[in-house]
């Protein structure tokens, strides 16, 4: 007998079973008892709104868990990974990552493609191919959601991305139109931020911070385990906060800031000045890993502004777990010893000194975080 196949959107849940089905989603598999616990329901309350999850097939039960050999088994509750699909893409210049997760997150395919097409409409066709691709393989797709690196107002308008050169576009409106889907888009620090709190390194977490370092730089915030958007969606906009007062100067006029000393293209450029030539990020690493002394002290002298920077972040939300990742993250890695002084030179001594997480994410990592707008629109509407 053929199991049926679950409806393309969710049941419409009260915000009782939205609460329940996000704690299972995030720290299940979950004992009942532990999921009253957290969410302060009772055990008939708890009972009713399981069970209307289960039918909706959302939630599962696990196969019974003996805990001893005449004990009770348990029935903890899991969500129900196959209940429906997910596409999430990322964009950046002149490609679309993306990946189709289930419901749990866990990636089940992944492709990108590419176009030169500086007009968004005609990229956004592309990506709408992609998307279609992906839908002929994976029909059960319910959602998709795209991560872009800008400010993203009501979930759909681009209003600006600086390294597309795109401004006030309706990315959600278009990419619906064309592949007959919803549609969320976001912030990409944001989103990405967002699948780290509920599939990664933040998993289990009530606050947490994701700095990302490579062409741009960004912070995602997540506190009482909400992700922070902020006014017009622009929180964790620092990096044009100053870390050396006499720093080169960005093309916005301030001096010494994250984006002159942090980014891919400013490491890139801090080396050559100091070698009197011109390097490649790619190179400024290698060299940095071949022990070369003057890349190696621009990387030191970054990598403990960096650190500087990561206290100043974490005294001002004080997270449980900061994630430190992004397409240039290697720099931090190889300059791991800077960071962590610069990070212990300037935070509060109260702090937890190992909750900073250093992670290497590809863009289709990036792109699950798209699949988790998806997945959160799908859950809580």
């Not at 598999?29 to 009772?42: C, K, N, T, V």
């Not at 709408?128 to 998709?144: D, N």
């Not at 993203?152 to 401004?167: C, I, K, N, P």
């Amino acid at each position: 007998m053929s199991t049926p196949r679950p409806d393309r959107t969710a049941p419409l849940l009260d915000k009782s079973a939205q609460g329940v089905a996000l704690a299972v989603l995030r720290h299940g598999p979950i004992a009942r008892a532990e999921l009253a616990r957290r969410l302060g329901l009772s055990s008939p309350s708890l009972t009713r709104l399981t069970k209307e999850l289960i039918k909706a097939r959302l939630i599962r039960e696990r196969p019974a868990e003996q805990r001893a050999a005449t004990g009770r088994p348990s029935l903890p509750l899991e969500i129900n990974g196959e209940a429906a699909q997910f596409i999430g893409i990322k964009i950046v210049a002149g490609t679309a990552y993306g990946v189709v997760t289930d419901l749990r997150g866990a990636v089940l395919d992944r492709r990108r493609i590419g176009s030169r097409a500086r007009v968004p409409s005609t990229f956004l066709g592309r990506v709408a191919e992609l998307i279609t691709g992906f839908r002929a393989e994976h029909p059960r797709v319910s959602g998709v959601g795209v991560g872009i690196g800008g400010p993203v107002l009501d979930g759909s308008v681009v209003q600006q991305a600086h390294f597309l050169g795109w401004g006030e576009v309706d990315v959600g409106a278009i990419l619906s139109s064309a592949v007959g889907l919803p549609v969320t888009v976001h912030n990409d620090v944001k989103a990405l931020t967002l699948a780290q709190h509920w599939f990664g390194a933040g998993r289990g977490c009530r606050s947490l911070v994701v700095i990302t370092v490579g062409v741009g730089f960004g912070c995602g915030l997540v506190i009482n385990d909400a992700l922070v958007d902020g006014d017009r969606g622009i929180s964790g906009e620092v990096g044009h906060w100053q870390l050396l007062a006499d720093g080169p100067e960005c093309g916005l006029g301030h001096r010494g800031c994250a984006s002159v000393l942090l980014t891919s293209s400013a490491l890139a450029d801090l080396a050559g000045r100091a070698a009197g030539t011109t390097f490649t990020f790619a190179e400024f690493l290698r060299l940095a890993r071949d022990g070369d002394p003057t890349v190696g002290m621009v990387l030191d002298t970054s990598a403990y502004q960096l650190g500087l920077l990561v206290a100043r972040i974490a005294d001002l939300v004080a997270p449980e777990r900061i994630v430190l990742c992004g397409d240039g993250v290697e720099f931090a890695m190889i300059g791991a010893e800077a960071v962590w002084s610069g990070l212990r030179d300037h935070r509060s001594v109260l702090a937890d000194e190992d909750d900073l997480i250093m992670e290497e994410l590809d863009f289709y990592d990036w792109a699950r975080g798209g699949a988790a707008l998806a997945i959160r629109r799908y859950l809580l509407g």
